[in-house]
């Protein structure tokens, strides 16, 4: 069976970067060139985003990102699709890579402690060990681990005043072992980071987050309970990161399962039961015809450059 031609590169690192905008250009023109589209993110601490192209175009960009400063070990997540998940190439100056709004938190220097996917379960069947997913409430609907605590966050810049609301609760007085987990990594790592900036030791984190242990730990072993979300047009995956079956809600931007897709409530491109009866007659009606004009599109072959991805393009 010849294999997807497309390779997707889910990929951060968390660096310090004394000059983001005289990396930028160079960084731009070097996706231009590969041919590779998707979106990254620049910021002081480091460099987050998802790209996707041909083996040869994203191996090219990945090599100007290892070569910036302290980004020789890039994390990179990696997938295959039959088609490009973006319309087009950004390359964003931002604050923060991955936005939580706590000043002096520093996952270069105080990240917690990494565990590798194949050691993951047994730290999940040690006793007392409290596991929280760092992600927002519509991303754990979709798949979470058994036990794991839903902090229901919208976004998350709202994990810190949870946390904080919610520490006594959490964690008593017994100082036990915390485990968090992520997407990808990312959300997590800065989350330890912060965490120990509270004064919480044990604090531990899945390497590579949700997509690398879906993709190393046999299906007979995983621990994990559904899908995974992610920030393209694949929507969801599952073991081994093969497409999962969510679709997603092109008029609230929420991920939509099968039994959401067969309620009398969705309707393509339109609403789902999530978001149904909460838009005019009028935006109803530009939904209805956007997906018209995608449906004569995917029958040409073509893409419809109306369609976003997720509200993100990165974990």
Request: glycine share 10%.
């Given at each position: 069976?010849?294999?997807?031609p497309?390779?997707?590169?889910a990929?951060?690192?968390f660096?310090?970067?004394?000059?983001?905008?005289?990396?930028?250009?160079?960084?731009?023109?070097?996706?231009?060139?590969a041919?590779?589209?998707?979106?990254?993110?620049?910021?002081?601490?480091?460099?987050?985003?998802?790209?996707?192209g041909?083996?040869?175009?994203?191996?090219?960009?990945?090599?100007?990102l290892?070569?910036?400063?302290?980004?020789?070990?890039?994390?990179?997540?990696?997938?295959?699709?039959?088609?490009?998940?973006?319309?087009?190439m950004?390359?964003?100056?931002?604050?923060?890579?991955?936005?939580?709004?706590?000043?002096?938190?520093?996952?270069?220097?105080?990240?917690?402690?990494?565990?590798?996917?194949?050691?993951?379960?047994?730290?999940?069947?040690e006793?007392?060990v409290?596991v929280?997913?760092?992600?927002?409430?519509?991303?754990?609907?979709?798949?979470?681990?058994?036990?794991?605590?839903?902090?229901?966050?919208?976004?998350?810049?709202?994990?810190?005043?949870?946390?904080?609301?919610?520490?006594?609760?959490?964690?008593?007085q017994?100082?036990?072992?915390?485990?968090?987990?992520?997407t990808?990594?990312?959300?997590?790592?800065?989350?330890?980071?912060?965490?120990?900036?509270?004064?919480?030791?044990?604090?531990?984190?899945?390497?590579?987050?949700?997509?690398?242990?879906?993709?190393?730990?046999?299906?007979?072993?995983?621990?994990?309970?559904g899908?995974?979300?992610?920030?393209?047009?694949?929507?969801?995956?599952?073991?081994?990161?093969?497409?999962?079956?969510?679709?997603?809600?092109?008029?609230?931007?929420?991920?939509?399962?099968?039994?959401?897709?067969?309620?009398?409530?969705?309707?393509?491109?339109?609403q789902?039961?999530?978001?149904?009866?909460?838009?005019?007659?009028?935006?109803r009606a530009?939904?209805?015809?956007?997906?018209?004009?995608?449906e004569?599109?995917?029958?040409?072959?073509?893409?419809?450059?109306?369609?976003?991805?997720?509200?993100?393009?990165?974990?």
């Amino acid at each position: 069976m010849t294999p997807p031609p497309v390779r997707v590169a889910a990929l951060y690192r968390f660096a310090t970067f004394d000059d983001c905008a005289a990396l930028r250009e160079p960084l731009q023109a070097a996706c231009e060139q590969a041919g590779v589209r998707g979106t990254l993110l620049l910021a002081p601490e480091g460099i987050n985003g998802t790209i996707a192209g041909t083996e040869r175009g994203v191996e090219d960009v990945l090599n100007h990102l290892r070569a910036l400063p302290g980004c020789a070990d890039l994390d990179v997540k990696e997938a295959a699709a039959d088609v490009v998940p973006f319309h087009r190439m950004k390359v964003r100056l931002k604050r923060e890579i991955v936005t939580l709004g706590e000043a002096g938190v520093d996952p270069v220097r105080d990240a917690g402690l990494y565990v590798e996917p194949q050691d993951w379960n047994a730290l999940l069947a040690e006793p007392g060990v409290v596991v929280i997913d760092t992600r927002n409430a519509y991303e754990v609907k979709v798949g979470s681990f058994a036990g794991a605590v839903d902090p229901g966050t919208v976004s998350f810049g709202e994990f810190p005043a949870w946390f904080r609301a919610n520490r006594n609760a959490l964690l008593g007085q017994s100082a036990p072992k915390v485990a968090m987990f992520c997407t990808g990594g990312i959300r997590c790592e800065k989350a330890t980071a912060f965490l120990k900036a509270e004064g919480v030791e044990k604090v531990h984190h899945l390497k590579g987050g949700i997509l690398r242990y879906l993709e190393t730990v046999a299906p007979e072993d995983s621990l994990w309970q559904g899908e995974c979300f992610v920030f393209d047009q694949r929507v969801a995956v599952g073991q081994g990161l093969a497409p999962g079956t969510h679709g997603l809600c092109h008029a609230c931007r929420m991920p939509v399962s099968v039994e959401d897709q067969a309620s009398p409530l969705f309707e393509a491109g339109v609403q789902c039961p999530a978001c149904a009866g909460a838009r005019e007659v009028e935006q109803r009606a530009r939904y209805a015809e956007r997906q018209r004009q995608m449906e004569i599109a995917g029958a040409r072959g073509r893409d419809h450059i109306g369609v976003r991805p997720p509200a993100k393009a990165f974990d």
